[in-house]
């Protein structure tokens, strides 16, 4: 079945540098990559999504890039500020044609910490 | 519209005692997936189910089951409760063929004494 590996697993910055977090999986035929974020005590929220049509997606901080043949993908934020430290979870799944298949496969998730 | 929502928000078992969970998807939503939070193993799914069918289930053993009704709720069931079984159970929903994102709901915390 789907793995997805996912580094760092903690990862602190200061107010205003950018993140990075890096996933990588193994089903070739996974083609459909959200990143949520999930604060303490709180449900896991999507913040963007990537479908393997796509190689780059962005959405004002935040962005998520695609490398289908390294079979790997990054979520990027710019510009952090306090509010963005939480868990954030990267995960892979399979959406065909006329049938969703609901099974999200998540990494570990990254622990972000930013210091104002 | 209504998010997804999860009852009861909380639950204390023991030990072999069955415990069972309720989720409510967004009004439209024909797909709701389990996935069971635990601070060891992370998120890991449990099943989905989509038109009161299942149609994947995750590595977890039998004492794990659910079902869909016709209005699309879930539940799910855990018998013989174990001390291992305690966690959050989230619940997701989506609309299915083929639009596939999730939207958690906040979960059941679940304790096994």
């Known amino acids: 079945g789907e793995n997805v590996e996912q580094h760092p697993s903690t990862l602190s910055v200061q107010e205003g540098d950018s993140a990075v977090i890096k996933c990588t999986y193994s089903?070739?035929?996974?083609?459909?990559f959200p990143w949520y974020k999930q604060e303490l005590g709180k449900r896991p929220q999507l913040i963007i999504d990537i479908r393997s049509n796509v190689g780059e997606k962005k959405d004002q901080r935040i962005a998520v890039t695609l490398n289908k043949t390294a079979k790997h993908f990054s979520l990027h934020i710019t510009e952090t500020q306090p509010e963005d430290s939480a868990v954030y979870f990267c995960?892979?799944?399979?959406?065909?044609?006329?049938?969703?298949?609901?099974?999200?496969?998540f990494g570990q998730g990254t622990i972000l910490t930013v210091h104002p | 519209k209504a998010g997804v929502t999860q009852t009861p928000r909380y639950l204390i078992k023991t030990r072999g005692q069955q415990v069972t969970l309720s989720c409510s998807p967004i009004s439209g939503h024909r797909s709701v997936s389990w996935y069971q939070q635990t601070p060891g193993q992370g998120l890991q799914f449990l099943f989905e189910?989509?038109?009161?069918?299942?149609?994947n289930k995750g590595n977890f053993p039998g004492r794990f089951s659910g079902r869909q009704f016709s209005n699309s709720r879930s539940e799910m069931n855990v018998s013989t409760l174990e001390l291992g079984d305690s966690a959050l159970y989230l619940c997701?929903?989506?609309?299915?063929?083929?639009?596939?994102?999730?939207?958690f709901g906040p979960g059941t915390r679940l304790l096994v004494l």
């Open positions: 997701a929903s989506s609309r299915g063929q083929g639009r596939g994102t999730q939207y």
């Open positions: 995960a892979a799944s399979i959406n065909a044609g006329g049938t969703s298949y609901g099974k999200l496969t």
């Open positions: 189910y989509f038109s009161e069918t299942q149609r």
């Open positions: 089903d070739s035929a996974s083609n459909y």
